[in-house]
C-alpha cells in the first residue's frame, strides 16, 4: 500500500490529523527534501524523492509506503507518478490544503471564476485564461517565476491586472505583495517559493491587513 499524503502549504497549522498519523507511523516515508525537512522526529527511513525512479525503486522493495505531496496531493503533485507505478486499489489519497486555497483564503478570494494552472515544471501559455476569468492562480517555478510571468502578459497586452505574488504560505516569513503587470515585469526580486494570482481588478476590501503589503508593515 502507497499513502499519498497532502502536508498542506507547509505549516504543520495546516497538517489534517489523518496526514499527521500516517506520517507518524510510516515505516517508509518518501518525498522533496523540503517537505521532509517538516517531519524531524518522525522513526521511519526517510528517502528523497527527486525524480521518478527514486519512488520506482522503493515502492518495490517496501510494503507500505507513505509519499509526501505539498498542498493537495490531486493538485499537479506526485501522485501522477504514484498511480503509474502501483494499482489504484494500492494506493490511498489524502487530501490537504492546497498552497493556492490557503493564498485565496488569505486574498478572501472566493472559489468561482478562478482557473488553476501549473507552469511548474512544464510549459504553459495563459493569456488566454487571464482573458476568460476573473482570477488565475500560477504555480511557478525557477523558469517561469512571478517576472517571467508579468513579462508574458505585458508582450500579451495584457495590462489591465493586478498580479499578486504569495512568498513562503503559511511559513513564518510568509509574504503577500501586489504589483502591477508594468511594475513586476521589471522588478529585480528573487522570489522564494511562491505562487501568483493574476485578477482583473482588486476590490479596495482586500487591502486592509498588514501583511499583504510589505509597506503597511514597515514603520
Ligand atoms: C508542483 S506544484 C504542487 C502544488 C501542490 N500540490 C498544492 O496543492 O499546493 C508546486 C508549486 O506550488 C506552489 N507552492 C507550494 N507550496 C507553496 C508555499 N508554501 N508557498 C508558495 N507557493 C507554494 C509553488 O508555486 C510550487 O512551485
Not at 500516517?22 to 522533496?32: F, P, Q, T
Not at 521532509?36 to 526517510?46: D, M, Y
Not at 478562478?114 to 525557477?142: K, N
Request: with cysteine; charged share 20%.
Amino acid at each position: 500500500m502507497v499513502s499519498v499524503v497532502g502536508v498542506g502549504p507547509g505549516s504543520s497549522l495546516y497538517l489534517t490529523a489523518l496526514a499527521r498519523q500516517r506520517i507518524e507511523e510510516a515505516e517508509v516515508l518518501m518525498g522533496g527534501v523540503r517537505l521532509l525537512a517538516l517531519f524531524p522526529g518522525v522513526r521511519g527511513k526517510k528517502i528523497p524523492l527527486r525524480e521518478k525512479a527514486d519512488l520506482e525503486r522503493v515502492v518495490r522493495r517496501f510494503q507500505r509506503v507513505v509519499v509526501l505531496a505539498s498542498g493537495d496531493p490531486l493538485l499537479f503533485g506526485v501522485t501522477d507518478w504514484v498511480l503509474s507505478l502501483v494499482p489504484p486499489e494500492e494506493v490511498e489519497i489524502v487530501p490537504g490544503v492546497s498552497s493556492f486555497q490557503y493564498m485565496l483564503a488569505r486574498l478572501r478570494v472566493p472559489l468561482k471564476d478562478v482557473a488553476v494552472v501549473s507552469l511548474h515544471g512544464r510549459e504553459g501559455e495563459i493569456s488566454h485564461l487571464v482573458r476568460a476569468y476573473q482570477t488565475v492562480v500560477v504555480f511557478t517555478d525557477t523558469r517561469y517565476t512571478p517576472v517571467a510571468i508579468a513579462r508574458m502578459l505585458l508582450e500579451s497586452g495584457l495590462t489591465e491586472y493586478t498580479i499578486c505574488v504569495g512568498e513562503q504560505l503559511s511559513y513564518e516569513d510568509e509574504s503577500i505583495r501586489y504589483f502591477s503587470v508594468e511594475e513586476l515585469a521589471q522588478s529585480k526580486d528573487n522570489f522564494r517559493l511562491n505562487l501568483v494570482v493574476i485578477q482583473r481588478c482588486i476590490p479596495s476590501s482586500l487591502a486592509s491587513p498588514t501583511v499583504y503589503f510589505d509597506v503597511a508593515t514597515s514603520p
